[in-house]
């Protein structure tokens, strides 16, 4: 391992390089990428690298950019590339066509609001629009996660009983633009970790088309599928955490990371970096002696619901905090996790949405509210400005 100090953004360019590099030995790498702030410095350094047996293709769009990695994967070689924002908008029908093919692409996605009216700071909501394709997602809280879990994601979604895509998220500038010492793993590891590509369903001289006309019966048989897949994925992904530590010496997170949660009366809910400044507020309210916890969510799909019920069942309010908002109906992560735990007491709030800092005294605001309560109500919007 080689620490090295790297933006999220070059760190995750670094990871998927080695990853494409551990196939040379089956069917090689490629990539299409397209730019889009804040990510558009990882695909610049992709670019740049060396990559035996690989090939980055520079292209008109982002919906191209996934047709590109469609086109490489279903040939059998590992796949990856990133977007953002309106990018990812422009690339959702090949962003489902991707799982609904069972192509196990790997896109980092860099979280930043939609517009217009245009802004570039980071909001959940462009990925969370696409929580229903059939990707995996995982959304990360520093730049050491954002490059182990790219390595992790080939390996998980590879894996001959998932063969899904995976959507590694990571937070606008707060962690792209962010330079973190980060250790870079070296390339005989990754050759360990990521064993040469089998695609079992690749395209070979016998095949002509793929996706033709499903029938209604055959349409409900593949989205089981997909379902059953996603139910599946939980085990497997503690094999991949597993065979990471052996490999790397570092552990990958739980779908669900708790933080001082054993007595909590109270606990915050939330995603991303946010995680690191619940923890900073349950340490401050401890001192206080209100007995407060955290919960970082890093699994968003599969939605990590009887790990959430379990670790929950005992608190007796909760804040959920999401950087996200649904129009009409609220917070994502709120409306997923009061859908799958029943929490009678789970209030909603919505943070630093549109990009603005989400920071110790915004949080201890919301368990302020929270510990006021006795009943939960709607979502509110915590204004951070």
Same mark, same amino acid.
């Given at each position: 391992m080689s620490v090295q100090l790297l933006t999220a953004n070059h760190?995750?360019?670094?990871?998927?390089?080695?990853?494409?590099r551990a196939n040379r030995t089956a069917r090689g790498f490629g990539s299409g990428v397209y730019p889009i702030t804040p990510q558009t410095e990882c695909i610049e350094y992709l670019s740049g690298l060396e990559i035996e047996r690989g090939k980055v293709v520079l292209?008109?769009?982002?919906?191209?950019?996934?047709?590109?990695?469609m086109g490489?994967? *279903?040939?059998?070689?590992?796949?990856?590339?990133?977007?953002?924002?309106?990018?990812?908008?422009?690339?959702a029908e090949n962003v489902y066509a991707a799982s609904a093919y069972r192509l196990p692409i790997v896109m980092?996605?860099?979280?930043?609001? *939609?517009?217009?009216p245009w802004n570039i700071w980071v909001d959940h909501g462009d990925t969370l629009m696409l929580r229903d394709m059939g990707w995996v997602q995982v959304y990360c809280e520093d730049n050491q996660e954002v490059h182990d879990m790219l390595l992790a994601a080939f390996r998980l979604g590879e894996d001959p009983r998932v063969l899904l895509p995976v959507m590694v998220c990571q937070d606008a500038f707060v962690l792209s633009h962010t330079l973190?010492?980060?250790?870079?793993? $070296?390339?005989?590891?990754?050759?360990?970790?990521?064993?040469? *590509?089998?695609?079992?369903?690749r395209l070979d001289t016998r095949a002509r088309t793929v996706g033709g006309l499903d029938f209604p019966h055959e349409a409900e048989v593949h989205r089981r599928q997909l379902h059953e897949t996603?139910? =599946?994925?939980?085990?497997?992904?503690? $094999?991949?955490?597993?065979?990471?530590? $052996?490999?790397?010496?570092?552990?990958?997170?739980?779908?669900?990371?708790?933080?001082?949660?054993?007595?909590?009366?109270?606990?915050?809910?939330?995603?991303?970096?946010?995680?690191?400044?619940?923890?900073?507020?349950?340490?401050?309210?401890?001192?206080?002696?209100?007995?407060?916890?955290?919960?970082?969510?890093?699994?968003?799909?599969?939605?990590p619901g009887e790990a959430l019920r379990e670790a929950l069942a005992h608190v007796a309010k909760v804040a959920v905090v999401d950087r996200d908002l649904s129009p009409g109906i609220g917070g994502i992560l709120w409306t997923e996790l009061c859908g799958t735990t029943g929490h009678p007491m789970a209030q909603g709030y919505i943070v630093?949405?549109?990009?603005?800092?989400?920071?110790? $005294?915004?949080?201890? =605001?919301?368990?302020?509210? *929270? =510990?006021?309560?006795?009943?939960?109500?709607?979502?509110?919007?915590?204004?951070?400005?």
């Open positions: 760190a995750a360019a670094m990871a998927a390089a080695s990853a494409g292209v008109e769009s982002e919906h191209s950019a996934m047709a590109v990695c490489f994967s *279903l040939g059998g070689a590992r796949s990856f590339t990133a977007s953002s924002s309106n990018g990812l908008a422009y690339m980092m996605a860099v979280n930043r609001t *939609l517009g217009p973190m010492s980060t250790d870079v793993a $070296e390339q005989p590891a990754v050759d360990a970790f990521l064993p040469p *590509l089998q695609l079992p369903h996603m139910g =599946r994925l939980p085990l497997v992904w503690k $094999e991949v955490q597993a065979a990471f530590v $052996e490999t790397f010496g570092r552990t990958l997170p739980d779908p669900v990371v708790g933080y001082r949660l054993e007595d909590a009366d109270v606990a915050i809910v939330c995603m991303g970096t946010t995680a690191a400044t619940a923890r900073v507020v349950v340490d401050q309210l401890r001192a206080e002696g209100i007995n407060a916890g955290s919960l970082r969510v890093v699994m968003m799909r599969p939605f630093g949405i549109g990009g603005g800092d989400v920071r110790p $005294e915004h949080l201890a =605001r919301v368990v302020a509210d *929270l =510990r006021g309560r006795s009943t939960a109500g709607q979502p509110l919007i915590v204004e951070v400005a």
